[in-house]
């Protein structure tokens, strides 16, 4: 589902998997952080904080070229 056509149906997707701390999707949340929609990107962002993923400097920049207010706050948890 994370593949789906509809954005609604693969943020769903990766907010479960971070709900069911499905560490083992890793790779996928990190993948979905290039998806064309800001809350998909948004949903795997948040799995990766609470399954406390780590992430590279290079994709924290490349995650901040979004300008979204959101997205900033989430990343200033990482960095923490």
Known sequence: LTKDESSIVR????GALGHLKAIEA???FLEALLDSNIEVKKSAL???IDLKIQ???EKINEILKEKDSEIEKMISLIKK
Do not use: D, G
Not at 11 to 14: K, Q, Y
């Open 11 to 14: 943020s769903c997707a990766l």
């Open 26 to 28: 890793k790779e996928i």
């Open 46 to 48: 948040q799995a990766i």
């Open 55 to 57: 992430l590279s400097k």
